[in-house]
């Protein structure tokens, strides 16, 4: 069967959105449906679960992972399935020939389990293969031969060589460079409803980044890996240190206080993005002796929406006569990049077909 004739039917629930695409065999989305986060209501973006989700961000300081859960089971089925398949003019019988894919990891294991267990669902009603993918192989193979993840919960900088065959040179040990962010903005009073990176970046430009020294994670090792849950307790300590209250907004913070986090906030940015300078540059040198032929590092992921993140790395890349790339785009929704990313890897390999 011709493989633009065929659909493939994707759940995810790896992130705080609920994402669902319908794409055809050769990679064409037809639609998209993602609730939490976006803003091209083309893709299917719904704005009072963008607001719900800035509200459930403000509430608990960042991702709960069993609020998550209990998010993607409320609207998995109903609204996000449904709203791809009446987006692409098809209904579930137009789709017994489609490939079930789902995204398996890496991410919040209560998240991924609602997603998975849709899937099985669908491919068990209709007979058909299910196929669980690794969504950081779709950005790796989409995006480019060289590249940094950058999300909340998970860092890794992998070189794609071709289909399966991968070279991973650096990952996270512990915690990632978005939940050093959330916690940051959670302990320093800062509006969440953004996500703790954007309200981070804001309040560093009052602060002074040099005023608190704190040690750059992982310095005598000399890998590619990141670790991040050193750099978190230094700034906890910090903020103890300087009594800052995290239930007074720092909107109502008075001006030494304010001071107090913004030079807290300043000094954290820093070297949270030194560290992942330092690890892109040893990076950088590794997949240059592998593959010579390397021309760009594509940055996928939210975190590549910080300013300050993509000036620091295109600063290490254009010192390596390379290109950045940055694949988040504020115009469309992340899951253009996670869910296309994910059905068009599997359009790559015709073992599925």
Request: charged fraction near 20%; hydrophobic fraction near 40%.
């Amino acid at each position: 069967m011709n493989k633009t004739n065929l659909y493939i039917d994707r759940f995810t629930s790896s992130s705080p959105a609920t994402e669902h695409p319908l794409v055809k065999g050769n990679g064409e989305i037809l639609s998209l449906s993602h609730l939490f986060s976006g803003k091209n209501p083309s893709f299917g973006f719904a704005p009072a679960s963008a607001k719900r989700y800035a509200q459930l961000l403000a509430q608990y300081g960042g991702v709960a992972p069993k609020q998550a859960e209990e998010a993607h089971s409320r609207v998995i089925d109903k609204v996000v399935v449904q709203d791809a398949l009446d987006r692409a003019n098809l209904t579930e019988t137009d789709l017994s020939a489609v490939a079930v894919a789902v995204t398996i990891g890496p991410g919040l294991g209560l998240c991924l389990r609602v997603g998975v267990h849709k899937a099985r669902r669908v491919a068990g009603a209709f007979n058909l293969p299910i196929v669980g993918v690794h969504h950081m192989e779709a950005h790796a193979l989409v995006a480019s031969n060289f590249v940094l993840n950058c999300v909340g919960g998970h860092n890794i900088i992998v070189l794609a060589h071709k289909l399966g065959q991968y070279t991973q040179l650096g990952t996270t040990v512990d915690d990632a460079i978005g939940e050093a962010f959330d916690k940051t903005a959670k302990g320093l009073g800062l509006d969440l409803r953004r996500s703790g990176g954007p309200a981070v970046e804001e309040l560093a430009l009052e602060g002074d980044s040099k005023s608190v020294m704190f040690n750059v994670p992982m310095k005598n090792h000399k890998d590619c890996n990141f670790s991040y849950s050193g750099l978190k307790t230094l700034v906890r300590l910090a903020i103890a240190a300087r009594e800052i209250d995290a239930k007074c907004p720092v909107s109502s913070a008075t001006k030494e206080d304010r001071r107090n986090r913004a030079d807290i906030a300043a000094s954290f940015q820093r070297v949270n993005v030194l560290h992942l300078e330092e690890k892109c540059e040893r990076a950088i040198d590794w997949a240059m002796k592998l593959e010579p032929s390397i021309k760009h590092m594509v940055v996928p992921g939210g975190v590549a929406s910080n300013q300050y993140v993509r000036f620091r790395l295109n600063n290490i890349v254009e010192n390596k006569n390379l290109k950045l790339t940055i694949k988040t785009n504020d115009q469309i929704p992340r899951c253009v990049e996670s869910s296309g990313f994910v059905v068009k890897t599997l359009c790559l390999d015709s073992v599925y077909y």
